[in-house]
């Protein structure tokens, strides 16, 4: 088509029409308290040391260790010092990635999602064992099967590692965490399309229900939760046995959403995103920040909230995403540079996985930063474009400090967990629009 080549089209000049405003840097307040890196090694051991915890693990037992796609903070660090324990009780642990689908459901392409978070055979200590195959263990009660990692079912038994936190689709008392990670990480495609097929309306009930089967016929030795506070930190590690998962995930959930980043700004005209990524969240930018929720029956009445915006740009796609731009359906508009490193076939066995087809829909794009931004605040209704209201973020996992356009510096100011950190200046864009 000619708009994918000519800069200069008739949608291009319309947008040349809208003058940006002048942003300005704001820093945003949250809980610091987390755990220095250098320290987790000592706490992952601790936790793991619990009588609960490590009469579980015998000498010459064979380990799996669970490794996801989710950009989890120092999670090679931690991983590491699970493998370090296992060892050290005289088993014989294995990693192996647990992530459903992702990384184009292909071997490869899940070994290569660990190795960019710093996770090979060399820096665990141990080896790396991918496959899609999975062995069906059984159904649940409503009579859906129930599948797991050939590997880990083959190992004498699992060690569960994952990130406690809201989910970005349903609501549940077990949502992201350690029993999801049985369930869709382990459960590879096989497994996480097994369980989709209920639809998210229904995940917070059936979810459950697969977990029980696999954990009634997996040795499941131990959950290693992580909780992260709202600057990306590891705040709390929390080893648990099969039973206390069960029991006290529900109110790790709780804490976690306790230390969830938000923005504090409760409405903008425009929210702006410079990076989507499967590394950032499994929706590409995490709907309790940025409101773009793709699952029906989601809700924007929660505590806390997420900014409402009438219009959402993303402008690129993270590196470590490979070319999975799940999540950009929820996007209005788009850039011509992120579409070019878009890679549906790692993308769409993610989508076609989850039935959540409509987050892979492109919306409509422009050929630099300025002109995507500039269009979604002509596709705006009823504001004041000469002053309009955008609010520009990192992604939607780093977001200490973000950008406000001028119009919404009162509200700043009036804000005790917000603090101005400069004045008003131009976008900064290159010769060629963009931002970078």
Known sequence: MAFESDKNSVPMQLCQTVTLPKMVKV???????HIDPKDLPGVVHAQLERENVRKNIKPGMSIAVTCGSRGIA?????????VDFVKECGAEPFV??????HGGATPEGQL???????????TMGCPLRATMETVQLGTTVEGSPVFIDKYAHEADGVILCGRIKAHTSFRGPYESGLLKMSVIGMGKQHGAESVHESGFQNMGRVMPQFARVIFDHTNIVAGVGI????????YKIAALDAKEIWEQEPELLKEANSKMGRLWIEKADVLVVDKLGKNISGDGMDPNVSGTFGSPGRQRNEVPGPIDAQRCVVLDLTDESHGNFNGIGV??????????????DVTYPNAMTSTLVNMVKMPIFGHSDERAIQLAVRVCNGIDKDHAKIVRIKNTMEIRDIWVSEALIDEVKANPNLELMGEPEPWGFDENGNLW
């Open 74 to 82: 120092n999670i090679a660090i931690i991983v590491r010092a699970i």
């Open 27 to 33: 820093h945003q307040k949250f809980d610091t308290t």
């Open 96 to 101: 192996f990635p647990a992530m459903g689908s």
């Open 227 to 234: 909780i992260e506070n709202a600057y990306d930190q590891t």
């Open 331 to 344: 996007a209005d508009v788009t850039t011509k540079r992120l579409i070019d490193k878009a890679v549906p």
């Open 112 to 122: 290569e999602v660990l190795e960019s978070y710093g996770v090979t055979e060399e």
